[in-house]
């Protein structure tokens, strides 16, 4: 029956025979009919077609639920929309077709007339199309169109999450001088290659686009200022090597502006406009340089760098130092112990406090070396007050969170004790409550560990994190220290007045040692011995002082009597 279609006319069949178009009459899941041209496109016989070929042979078996779906469309008597659909042709090949089906009935038996067009030709021309829209035809990069639709969509995300990025606006400093003097080919040839050499340092979820001429964009999703900073760096970086192009070797230099989303621009024109500003202002600074949109960004980011460079040597170069703040009884006064708190004796910059670096420090991984200095340069110290014959009960000394959390901490505390010889019980570390809270039951495990060894264990600014007292039942933890933010008020302010005691009577009910960090006035020593805390620390007393006056401290014991 394939092949003729009966009571048709010849005119009818002269016609099906010459379309140039896939035609085909469906019935019963099974084709009754299939044109020539139909044949052709998918390279079977008219036999192939009639004995054992259906329609789930000519798709690709992925899509094989979408044809189901819209044989019983047609054979419920819904009319089809043209829809696209991987053909597969009997020798395994694929191409996009279009399909439009329409019902229709046959006798007496309701069948499905349709059209089958290859449509490859013009996929590939459309995709070319929204390719000459959407990149630069030079690099073959996004252009300012895509640009924009990435940045939007950025924004979008953005909103929702409360996310943040940077755009970065790079510009080859005398490009002109390329193209003047070595002709545009050259100059073409150069920004290639500096684009290929660009998109190394971007991420996949980056944007590096080509806005025209010597001007490139890159977004960066999802970024802090600081990593906006190390990735303008690695540009400068990458873009030095001298290139070598058309038989030249040519040397360039970028200038890089950073413009922040969202602080420096909500929307694409601004952070592009503010960006250029920033660039500008690299420019301004000698070129080969980046700079942010915000002048407090490039303080800030200049001084991390700084830092960061600088950090690295200070510990081989022998440039901290730990001072040591009394820990005061309020019983009788004695000093019982001693916090140590580094210090950063920089030869240029002078005495450089832990609040300026500690972070960064703890961001660069180099927490770990320093605090590990920091450990065996205490226990040491207290060993030598104690074998001088002065009584110290406690050494305390802060961890940082990065710290606590690496691999052997506990091994390395045994080892700095062992190696100075200092009794485990005259060591505490303080932790804050977020290195404590942060995945409580690992820190439950570390904790323990330090606790079985004898190691005391304190509660750092005390107050600032979200500790619930539940919690603090569970941790071996044997003292509280109160911010120093709830005493600097304690006269004026009522508030700080509740926090503070409250935080005393819980500390001794869960018979914890409470200590006041930061006590200055005698007003602010005399409401605390009011609500019972056991110790303070501070200015009141001695602000932290280098080892050799912390011994003359230790020795004259200067407020004992002060109780
Ligand atoms: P912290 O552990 O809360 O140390 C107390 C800080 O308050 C010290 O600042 C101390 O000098 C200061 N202070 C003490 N009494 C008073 C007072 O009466 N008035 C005022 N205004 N300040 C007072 P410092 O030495 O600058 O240390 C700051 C922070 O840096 C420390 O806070 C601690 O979190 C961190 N830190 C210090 N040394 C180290 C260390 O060796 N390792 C780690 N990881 N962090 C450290
Ligand atoms: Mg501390
Ligand atoms: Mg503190």
Sequence with gaps: MTGKVEGGTNLFQATMEAAQVGIFVMGEGRFIYVNPFMRELFGYSEDDFQSRIGPLDLVVPEQHDIVAEQLALRAAGVPGKAYELSGRRKDGSVFTMSILGMPARFGNLPVSVGTVLDVTDRKAAELRIRELADFDALTGLPNRRLLHDRVEQMIASAERENGSAALMFLDIDHFKRVNDSLGHSVGDELLCALAQRYAAVVRKVDTLARLGGDEFIILLPEVTAA?????????????????????????ITPSIGISLYPQDGKDIDTLLKNADTAMYKAKDLGRNTFQFYSSEMNMATLERLMMESNLRHALTAAEFELHYQPLVSLENGEIVGVEALIRWCHPDLGMIMPDRFISVAEETGMINPIGDWVLFEACRQAQAWIDEGLALRTMAVNVAPVQFRQAGFVEMVAGALSTSGLAADRLEL???????????????????????????????????????????????????????????????????????STIVSMGRNLRLTVLAEGVETAEQLALLRNMGCAMVQGYHFSKPLTAARMTELLRSQPFLHES
């Design 227 to 251: 990593a906006a900073a190390d990735v303008a760096r690695r540009v400068l970086e990458i873009a030095a090597a001298p290139f070598s192009v058309g038989g030249h070797a040519l040397t």
């Design 430 to 500: 303080e932790l804050t409550e977020r290195t404590v809270m942060h995945d409580a039951e690992f820190t439950l495990g570390t904790l323990s560990a330090l606790n079985r060894m004898g190691v005391c264990l304190s509660l750092d600014d005390f107050g600032t994190g979200y500790s619930s007292l539940a919690y603090l039942k569970r941790f071996p933890v044997g003292k509280l220290k109160i911010d120093r933010s709830f005493v600097m008020d304690l006269e004026r302010d009522a508030d700080d007045r509740a926090i503070a």
